[in-house]
């Protein structure tokens, strides 16, 4: 596969943008961001600042995921922003054993940083960053499937699960793979303006409105917190998320007190049942939403509501969208 050609369009004026490529990391990545960048110059027309990709590596060959050959050039150091890919990562995966080969583009990354270069990593691409120091005292972000990953790995950053784009002085994290778009729209408004980011999102069919990775969690995939005492507290609500919640009657099921309970639970999971009773409310009241005709009055009342205004509001705290709006973007039609 070779490499993109670069755009030589506002010539002085171009952006130059790396991509570090490095074994095992997405193509799509490495070539998502040029290619909108690309479109993004074709737009803004032959007398507007453009855009200088090229693909850098540390390494004379780089096979990218799949086995991709990807043509690469070493470092260079006239390099506006340093974009960092993601890779195949899956939960429980061994990531110190994954990182350590990647010590080369690590202290790349290390060095381009150093110099003044804006660095931005893709999806879990933020792993690299991490792992070259640059997330320390930062505010962060990554797939929100390895976030917590990403913060026990560095608890000197601020992970924020819930961001699509988080930008902290110099450097900036993207959700999953998709969000690479969100990262290259807003780089796209910034150097060649609002009309021409706008006009691109429209071509390429991106959506340039999301502000959240919320939406897009899935519950269940995530661990579930608790050991044996947490895990059955957590059976026993999930069993009538409709039913009224009652602290005293759930402590008296288990033969503990009120206040013990609330300590047991909040020792094992880090937050309280009703704090998990809400949650499990809102993931059944998403696959109904995006499953069934049902109004969001009988939603609401399904999964233990009868104001629906106070179930919009507890829905939106934690999806990021209120009721109606989550369905038109998330209703299945199969």
Same mark, same amino acid.
């Given at each position: 596969?070779?490499?993109?050609?670069?755009?030589?369009?506002?010539? /002085?004026?171009?952006?130059?943008?790396?991509?570090?490529?490095?074994?095992?990391?997405?193509?799509?990545?490495?070539?998502?961001?040029?290619?909108?960048?690309?479109?993004?110059?074709?737009?803004?027309?032959?007398? $507007? *600042?453009?855009?200088?990709?090229?693909?850098?590596?540390?390494?004379?060959?780089?096979?990218?995921?799949?086995?991709?050959?990807?043509?690469?050039?070493?470092?260079?150091?006239?390099?506006?922003?340093?974009?960092?890919?993601?890779? /195949?990562?899956?939960?429980?995966?061994?990531?110190?054993?994954?990182?350590?080969?990647?010590?080369?583009?690590?202290?790349?990354?290390?060095?381009?940083?150093?110099?003044?270069?804006?660095?931005?990593?893709?999806?879990?691409? $933020?792993?690299?960053?991490?792992?070259?120091?640059?997330?320390?005292?930062?505010?962060?972000?990554?797939?929100?499937?390895?976030?917590?990953?990403?913060?026990?790995?560095? *608890?000197?950053?601020?992970?924020?699960?819930?961001?699509?784009?988080?930008?902290?002085?110099?450097?900036?994290?993207?959700?999953?793979?998709? $969000?690479?778009?969100?990262?290259?729209?807003?780089?796209?408004?910034?150097?060649?303006?609002?009309?021409?980011?706008?006009?691109?999102?429209?071509?390429?069919?991106?959506?340039?409105?999301?502000?959240?990775?919320? *939406?897009?969690?899935?519950?269940?995939?995530?661990?579930?917190?608790?050991?044996?005492?947490?895990?059955?507290?957590?059976?026993?609500?999930?069993?009538?998320?409709?039913?009224?919640?009652?602290?005293?009657?759930?402590?008296?099921?288990?033969?503990?007190?009120?206040?013990?309970?609330?300590?047991?639970?909040?020792?094992?999971?880090?937050?309280?049942?009703?704090? %998990?009773?809400?949650?499990?409310?809102?993931?059944?009241?998403? %696959?109904?939403?995006?499953?069934?005709?049902?109004?969001?009055?009988?939603?609401?009342?399904?999964?233990?509501?009868?104001?629906?205004?106070?179930?919009?509001?507890?829905? /939106?705290?934690?999806?990021?969208?209120?009721?109606?709006?989550?369905? /038109?973007?998330?209703?299945?039609?199969?």
């Amino acid at each position: 596969m070779g490499k993109p050609e670069p755009e030589h369009t506002g010539g /002085a004026d171009a952006l130059r943008v790396a991509v570090l490529a490095y074994p095992g990391c997405f193509a799509s990545e490495v070539f998502g961001v040029p290619d909108l960048l690309t479109m993004a110059a074709h737009v803004a027309g032959p007398g $507007a *600042p453009g855009y200088r990709v090229s693909v850098v590596s540390p390494r004379r060959r780089v096979l990218a995921s799949g086995g991709t050959a990807l043509d690469v050039t070493p470092p260079r150091r006239d390099v506006d922003v340093l974009v960092v890919p993601g890779f /195949a990562l899956l939960p429980g995966a061994d990531l110190d054993a994954r990182l350590a080969p990647l010590a080369p583009e690590i202290d790349a990354v290390r060095t381009y940083a150093a110099e003044g270069t804006a660095v931005v990593s893709l999806c879990v691409g $933020a792993f690299l960053l991490a792992e070259a120091g640059l997330l320390r005292g930062r505010r962060a972000t990554t797939a929100w499937l390895f976030a917590a990953d990403l913060a026990r790995r560095c *608890p000197e950053a601020d992970v924020r699960a819930e961001d699509l784009v988080v930008t902290d002085t110099g450097v900036t994290t993207t959700a999953a793979f998709s $969000a690479m778009y969100d990262f290259a729209l807003d780089l796209i408004r910034r150097h060649s303006g609002a009309r021409v980011a706008r006009t691109t999102a429209r071509i390429a069919l991106v959506d340039d409105a999301r502000d959240a990775q919320t *939406p897009y969690v899935d519950p269940e995939l995530l661990p579930r917190p608790g050991s044996a005492f947490a895990q059955r507290v957590m059976r026993r609500l999930d069993q009538d998320l409709a039913a009224r919640y009652d602290l005293t009657a759930l402590a008296a099921a288990f033969g503990v007190s009120a206040r013990t309970l609330l300590r047991r639970f909040a020792d094992e999971t880090g937050h309280s049942p009703l704090a %998990h009773l809400q949650a499990a409310r809102v993931r059944r009241a998403r %696959h109904l939403l995006e499953t069934t005709d049902r109004t969001v009055a009988a939603v609401a009342a399904a999964v233990g509501y009868r104001d629906p205004g106070t179930f919009a509001a507890l829905f /939106a705290r934690h999806t990021g969208r209120r009721p109606a709006a989550y369905r /038109a973007a998330f209703r299945r039609t199969d």
